[in-house]
Nanobody, 122 residues
Framework: VQLQASGGGSVQAGGSLRLSCVAS????????MGWYRHSPGKERELVAG??????????DSVKGRFTASRDNSRDNKNRVYLEMNNLKPEDTDIYYC??????????????WGQGTQVTVSS
């Protein structure tokens, strides 16, 4: 399994950023995907999750500002996007993409992408 994450960067408060994550590999199925944020000294937080069918859930801190979407329709890869609007300084963190999947042997597993830094200045 491979996860290729992109996006992130630095913006001023009120600005927007978009994160992308592409999951690929020989698996039975890619299941829930999500974005977490975590940095040293802070607890890991699920920011947004999205099921293979597109059902979403968000942390209270980002509801109404962040939108997760998913595209499973192209070239056997699962793409998930996180549109982040009205960013606040407290959104500053390292964001990680996560995918839960079923292996060809029907075991459940998960994989983490590399982190991408999001910095919001006041």
């Amino acid at each position: 399994v491979q996860l290729q994450a992109s996006g992130g960067g630095s913006v001023q408060a009120g600005g927007s950023l978009r994160l992308s994550c592409v999951a690929s590999g020989r698996v039975f199925s890619f299941n829930d995907m999500g974005w977490y944020r975590h940095s040293p000294g802070k607890e890991r937080e699920l920011v947004a999750g999205i099921s293979s069918g597109g059902r979403t859930n968000y942390s209270d801190s980002v509801k109404g500002r962040f939108t997760a979407s998913r595209d499973n329709s192209r070239d056997n890869k699962n793409r998930v996007y996180l549109e982040m609007n009205n960013l606040k300084p407290e959104d500053t963190d390292i964001y990680y993409c996560n995918v839960k999947y079923t292996t060809l042997g029907h075991d459940e597993n998960e994989f983490w992408g590399q982190g991408t830094q999001v910095t919001v200045s006041s």
